[in-house]
């Protein structure tokens, strides 16, 4: 059976060949990237561009809003969870229609 000494160093190498096979792997990773790079003429500056935007499908729009905050001007359309301010108002008492538009 194996002493704590000789197992401490055994982990301790252990710690030391996945460190170095990380470094290993993550140069190999960057030397693909690179590679990559310069075979399709991209800079950093091309990774950091978003891509562009979906266009809306035809006849989509905005929803208009249906209930209004009167005090903070806050909107909400009617779709989706209701926003905190609408929540708490009706937990107070009031109703949904005390805030249609």
């Known amino acids: 059976m194996a002493t ?3 197992l401490l160093a055994q982990k301790a190498s252990l710690e030391k060949q996945i460190a170095d096979t990380q470094r290993e792997e ?5 030397a ?6 310069s075979e ?3 800079t950093v500056a091309d990774l950091s561009q978003r ?6 499908a035809e006849g989509t729009r905005k929803v208009a809003a249906k ?3 009167g005090e903070t001007g806050e909107t909400w359309s009617g779709r989706g969870l209701q926003p905190k ?13 005390d805030f249609a538009v």
Do not use: F
Not at 32 to 37: A, H, N, T
Not at 86 to 97: D, I, M
């Open 85 to 97: 301010w609408l929540k708490a108002a009706l937990a107070e008492g009031k109703q949904l229609t």
């Open 4 to 6: 704590l000494q000789e």
């Open 67 to 69: 209930y209004r905050n």
């Open 51 to 56: 891509a562009p935007s979906a266009p809306r």
């Open 26 to 30: 993550r140069a190999n990773a960057i």
């Open 40 to 42: 399709h003429g991209l």
């Open 32 to 37: 693909k990237v690179k590679s990559i790079m």
